[in-house]
């Protein structure tokens, strides 16, 4: 009977706790982290917050087809990154998104069969360092026409910035 009550009451703590989370969820407060800062940008201007401008300069879709990823393109994004901030920006963590929240990560390796006609993204981007290079992502070929998107983001600087790439075709 002992085992009963404790268990009743922690039944009932357990209640009222989710009880008052949900509360706390219709009132809009979570336990979340603060939502960086975003700003959202269009291909070709750049787009700065807290210090990091971005900018995407050129963009090339190539088949992946022959490389054995039937259904798959590479795409290639020439990039500009100019950093002004007391953090380094880390390149890498570039990725591309697209409306459904798929993400697609960078691939700079030799897997890559043009790899050494690209110019790669230094591995960080140090305080007052501009530079220009490409980022290379395979996507199926159905992600073309999802409203990609180029998003950075780095919680060393509470930032986020989404650069819209749009509908996306083959380069040939």
């Known amino acids: 009977m002992k085992y009963a009550k ?13 009880c008052r989370g949900n509360a706390n969820q219709d009132a809009g407060i979570t336990n979340a982290p603060v939502d960086p800062d975003f700003v959202q940008g269009v ?31 590479y795409i290639i994004l020439s ?12 390149p890498a963590s570039i990725t591309l998104v697209d409306r459904f929240e798929n993400v697609y990560v960078t691939r700079q390796d030799n897997s890559i069969p043009f790899a050494d006609q690209l110019q790669p993204m230094p591995l960080t981007v140090g305080t007052n360092e ?8 395979l ?5 073309l026409q999802s409203d990609l998107r180029m998003r950075w983001e780095s919680t060393s600087h509470n930032s986020r910035i989404d650069i819209l790439l749009g509908a996306l075709e083959l380069s040939g």
């Open 130 to 137: 501009s530079v220009t290079g490409t980022e290379v992502y």
């Open 43 to 73: 291909f070709g201007n750049p787009t700065k917050i807290n210090g990091v401008w971005q900018q995407v300069n050129d963009i090339r879709v190539i088949s992946a087809e022959g490389d054995g990823h039937a259904g798959f393109a």
């Open 6 to 18: 404790i268990i009743l009451i922690l039944s009932m703590m357990m209640i009222a706790a989710g």
């Open 139 to 143: 996507v199926p070929l159905s992600a």
């Open 79 to 90: 990039i500009s990154i100019v950093n002004e901030s007391a953090d380094p920006v880390l």
